[in-house]
């Protein structure tokens, strides 16, 4: 069992938030972006946050450590967009090991800095593996529905050197975020087992989908169950929600999981609802509020933000962690 299991299993973990939200708030140019080593790259770059890792790795370093400042257990890479799939947008798909390898040494720092710091609390890095922006099982032509734009080897291939990158930059959990497509996130868990039998390391998975709407459903048309059942093929650390709702919207579809998953369960849901200019405007007392009874009801194993998420929220998400943490020291202690 690796550390983290074993953390896991022991008390709640906190996972960390948004890492655009936190990027957004320095107000970075195109020229930011570019740094020295892009400033003739012919495509824009503004908004590839990925890229970052590269041109301004001292904010990415800022921003874990600030997390984990606030009680994070866990720091998620900068890494959301960094397959040669979604980099292709930008003219940046032959970046996209180095990538991910930088992005997961950045994490890999700040993690180790803060365990040094209290070694009875360790920090761990998860390697975020987003759903790349193409979908496997839906057409993006209308007048043409068996048409796609990705096929599962390709997705294969680009998660293996997203992971393969990760893993090399000191990465301890492999996290598939953000599902809407499960045919893509089938693709990610067969490339991370290859990834592991090529390279003899066991890696543990978290896996985490996205509802979409008020049906329930993700975009690919599964309920809450129908995804956990579709993925429950292959070993996994945790299995959970995330983004597209508040924690109060996301809570019935976490119950179910908790309720039927084999492997512990996740939770990372937005501050709230974003209002007309597409902010989110919940304040962390308001969604440490909201948190509450998915610890309360022993919904969750870890516990989170996604987007609109600050320190702040985190630092309440934590306090409210730590409290449930307490009460199972101590009965733990007692018997």
Do not use: W
């Amino acid at each position: 069992m690796t550390r983290i299991q074993e953390a896991a299993h022991q008390r709640i973990l906190v996972l960390d938030g948004a890492m655009g939200t936190m990027i957004q708030r320095h107000k970075l140019t195109e020229e930011d972006f570019r740094g020295e080593r892009f400033k003739s790259h012919p495509s824009p770059l503004q908004g590839n946050n990925d890229l970052l890792t590269l041109t301004r790795p001292e904010i990415i370093r800022e921003i874990h450590d600030t997390y984990f400042e606030a009680g994070a257990d866990i720091a998620e890479t900068n890494t959301f967009s960094s397959t040669s799939i979604a980099q292709a947008d930008y003219g940046l798909q032959s970046l996209a090991y180095e990538l991910n390898l930088e992005a997961a040494r950045i994490a890999r720092a700040s993690a180790d800095a803060f365990t040094l710091k209290t070694p009875d609390k360790p920090r761990f890095v998860a390697g975020s593996v987003g759903p790349t922006n193409k979908t496997a099982s839906i057409s993006p032509d209308v007048n043409d529905p068996a048409y796609r734009g990705i096929t599962f080897e390709e997705l294969v291939t680009a998660y293996s050197e997203q992971m393969t990158g990760l893993l090399d930059g000191g990465a301890d959990v492999l996290l598939i975020e953000t599902v809407f497509d499960t045919l893509n996130a089938k693709a990610a868990l067969y490339a991370s087992r290859e990834v592991m039998n090529h390279r003899a390391q066991e890696v543990p998975v978290m896996i985490s989908g996205t509802i979409t709407d008020a049906s329930g459903r993700t975009l690919s048309g599964q309920t809450a169950e129908a995804f956990m059942i579709s993925v429950s093929h292959e070993p996994l650390l945790s299995i959970g929600f995330n983004c597209a709702l508040g924690a109060e919207q996301l809570l019935p579809y976490v119950d179910i999981l908790a309720r039927k998953a084999n492997c512990l369960v996740s939770a990372h849901p937005n501050a709230g609802l974003p209002n007309e200019m597409g902010e989110y405007d919940q304040t962390p007392a308001q969604m440490a509020e909201q948190i509450r009874p998915y610890i309360q009801r022993k919904l969750v194993n870890i516990i989170g933000g996604c987007c609109g998420t600050t320190p702040d929220h985190i630092r309440a998400i934590a306090a409210e962690a730590a409290d449930a943490n307490a009460i199972r020291m101590f009965k733990t202690e007692t018997l």
